[in-house]
């Protein structure tokens, strides 16, 4: 039960407010700029006018946190992704355990991108900004304090989740075959631990959801138009050291399981490529193999858990996951969903 203060959520926005306006100062934003933008067990985000406050989850590492966010605002990173706001000055009503705990951060509102016109999806932008991204040294200061970016870990999690909402789900031995036919190395990540790979400055869990337009600064004796408003990559709370192939699994899964077109998987890649990203070399699939079977066990374990929560049958897109679930154990499924040798 909440204490006698405002819920979570009101007290959040009123920590927009307060960044978004001076002492005083009254509120005339459209209602269409205030408003909760997201509200999940791991992250609630609301936007005030030109800012969002984001509560991250509950239990996050105050370090790991600190480390991510000084990345993030680091000018070596300045044109991959979105810098954080500073906090406002604390008053009597946003203590710092005013949202229980969860560390608070603001960011300026950036337009993400339109799920309604996925020909405009920015592929070839978003592959550029991991390229840059995975190509950039560790910033002096920060190298030894970065922790491990957290995209395998985030797999086990769901697995976890699954096991814990919809273990008696037709599909669950199936998701649950391909899971253990990941190498132990993927599923069971040592931090620091001997690996092949390079360890290199990654997002830990890239989508298009995680992008966002900012506009271009304009001079203060500008004679010509603001240039074009550039995409950055938003979301700390993965980021980290690591195998930058995780950062393309998600994609590499969703083509390989038949739901991104062949000509859209060959613009990213290729622009990833052309932008001297280190994470594929001449035969892309020999790092994206695991990472993207793996990607593809954490999207169908969320699925069982989301629609078995909220006591609904699975969508298309879920149904698909399942079946390449299937495919990855080598096992057939039957019309209910369960699966077999």
């Known amino acids: ?15 927009a407010h307060a960044a978004a306006h001076r002492p005083g100062t009254p509120c005339h934003c459209a209602s269409g700029l205030v408003g909760v933008l997201a509200d999940r067990d791991d992250g609630t985000v609301v936007r005030h006018g030109r800012l969002v406050a984001k509560a991250h989850a509950p239990g996050t590492d105050p370090e790991a946190h600190r480390v991510r966010l000084a990345l993030a605002g680091h000018p070596d990173v300045a044109d991959v992704l979105l810098p954080p706001l500073p906090a406002p000055a604390p008053t009597p009503a946003l203590t710092p355990d005013a949202l229980d705990g969860r560390p608070v951060t603001l960011w300026p509102y950036g337009p993400p991108v339109d799920p309604a016109d996925p020909d405009a999806a920015p592929w070839e932008e978003a592959a550029t900004l991991l390229a840059g991204l995975h190509r950039t040294p560790p910033p ?18 769901a697995v976890d989740r699954m096991r814990g909402t919809a273990p008696d789900h037709p599909a669950a031995a199936t998701v649950e075959a391909a899971w253990r036919s ?53 979301d700390v709370d993965d980021l980290g050291l690591g195998d930058p192939a995780w950062d393309l699994a998600r994609p590499a899964a969703w083509f390989a399981a038949g739901l991104l077109p062949p000509e859209v998987w060959s613009r990213f890649l290729g622009a990833y490529q052309r932008a001297g990203g280190p994470a594929v070399g001449a035969d892309p699939w020999i790092r994206l193999d695991v990472p993207a079977r793996a990607l593809t066990v954490q999207t169908a374990a969320l699925a069982l858990a989301k629609s078995t929560a909220e006591h609904r049958p699975l969508d298309e897109v879920e149904d698909v996951m399942i079946d390449t679930c299937a ?13 077999s040798r």
């Open 182 to 234: 990941i190498p132990d190395a993927a599923r069971r990540p040592t931090p620091g631990g001997a690996s092949p790979a390079p360890r290199l400055l990654c997002h830990g869990d890239f989508h298009l959801g995680q992008l966002v337009r900012v506009p271009a600064p304009v001079p203060a004796q500008a004679t010509r138009p603001a240039p074009p408003a550039a995409w950055r990559l938003i």
């Open 140 to 157: 002096p200061g920060l190298a030894d304090r970065l922790p491990e970016m957290r995209a395998p870990l985030k797999v086990a999690l």
């Open 1 to 15: 039960m909440d204490s006698p203060r405002r819920p979570p959520l009101d007290r959040l926005a009123a920590l």
């Open 327 to 339: 495919r990855i154990a080598g096992l057939r499924t039957d019309s209910a969903g369960s699966a």
